[in-house]
């Protein structure tokens, strides 16, 4: 019995040993295992005794496997075929048809066929998948003389397309609401109050290869403080990504947009002659946003929109948000939101400013079924 299990072991040993990928590197050091993918000359490796390794090219001595490649080339082609390492110590794919095809030495990017079937689902994602970003939830109670109580949700999410390391990416998904519902009621008497402001918006840009991209945007206000029953904003323009570093992202954007706004007199008093409660307009618009890590422990994304109005001179708004995430586990995270509509002509007795700070839990999300989705 146990020299069955003996021969068992070694043949399952055997078999596992001959489809695995083997790496030996220059030092001296063999590693068994599968690789991940090839990008900028590197190998991410997945090794049996060290787990997931990024060899570059010209630490390595020799590589051994029998896992098919696909390799992204430019101009959205791939070929097919064996991945190599070349005397001349530089990665090199053998095309498996047709037969005679040159090696490929110059390319975006290889990996096996089973993984790069994953990647290529990301490219045609579905509009609620691939997102990535964080939300914050906080709700607060007051009892006694007086009885307050206030929800406050905000969403910062972005999704690229492409997904796929090595690929330029083509597209990107920019996703940002606000919520405020708040009310408040003395006991002493019958006075009520309400501040409820509901904004969402969605930005979509086009990447070129400099760094520049074109943009067209849409979004909605509801803003109660300052009169505003619905406002909606339609535009588009030209933007730069003008910093990009591991650890923070900085574009800058410009445009033009067309405004109608539906506004609403919740004041005791009437409006000045000739005030409209439906206005239309053309604006402007300047903005930039950040996303930066600060440290291991504290992420900050950052945006502001400016409008000044080109049919009514003079006058002018912006929005401006800053999220602080605080990660606490792998999702779950403390974050602090501070939102600001400004509005340089309300109507009267209302509001220019409607400032937002908030804290409480947030919710990081990654990945092919978006957490997003808990707040539509």
């Known amino acids: 019995m146990r020299e069955c299990i003996f021969f068992l072991m070694l043949f399952f040993g055997w078999a596992i040993s001959v489809h695995a990928d083997v790496l030996r590197l220059k030092n001296g050091d063999v590693l068994n295992g599968t690789w991940e993918r090839v990008v900028g000359g590197s190998l991410l490796f997945k090794s049996d005794v060290v787990g997931e390794i990024t060899v570059d090219v010209s630490k390595i001595e020799s590589f051994e496997t029998t896992t098919p490649a696909v390799v992204l080339l430019p101009k959205d082609s791939t ?3 064996t991945l190599e390492v070349t005397p001349q110590g530089k990665w090199q794919v053998v095309p498996s048809t047709p037969a005679g095809a040159q090696p ?3 390319f975006l990017a290889a990996y096996p066929e089973k993984n790069f079937a994953k990647l290529q689902k990301t490219i045609h994602a579905k509009p609620w998948q691939e997102w990535t970003g964080m939300t914050n939830l906080g709700y607060s109670l007051i009892t006694g003389d007086t009885q307050a109580r206030s929800l406050t949700a905000n969403i910062n999410a972005t999704r690229l ?3 796929i390391p090595g690929l330029p990416v ?3 998904s920019n996703f940002s609401l606000t919520a405020l519902f708040s009310h408040a009621k003395s006991s002493s008497s019958s006075a009520e109050i309400t501040s409820n402001t509901f904004s969402s918006g969605l930005r979509q840009d086009r990447l070129f290869e400099n760094k520049n991209f074109l943009f067209a945007i849409a ?9 505003i029953k619905l406002r909606q904003t339609y535009g588009g323009g030209f933007g730069r990504d003008i910093l990009h570093r591991p ?3 900085v574009s800058v954007l410009g445009g033009l947009t067309y405004v109608r706004t539906n506004l609403e007199n919740t004041s005791a008093f009437p409006l000045p002659p000739g005030t409209s409660l439906l206005q239309n307009s053309a604006e402007a618009l300047v903005g930039d946003k950040i996303t930066a890590k600060v440290t291991k422990w504290v992420n900050v994304i950052h945006a502001i929109s400016f409008y000044p109005n080109l049919t009514r001179t003079g006058e ?3 929005d401006t948000s800053t999220a602080l995430a605080v990660p606490l586990t792998q999702r779950l995270s403390f974050s602090v939101s501070f939102v600001d509509f400004y509005l340089s002509n309300p109507l009267p007795n209302n509001h220019k400013n409607n400032a937002t700070l908030s804290t409480g839990l947030g919710i990081r999300f990654w990945g092919r079924q978006s957490a997003v989705l808990l707040y539509f």
């Open 247 to 249: 650890k923070i992202d």
């Open 104 to 106: 490929v030495e110059h």
């Open 316 to 318: 002018y708004r912006f």
């Open 170 to 172: 083509k597209w990107r």
């Open 79 to 81: 070929v097919q075929g």
């Open 161 to 163: 397309q492409p997904k």
């Open 219 to 227: 979004q909605y206000d509801y803003i109660q403080p300052q009169g």
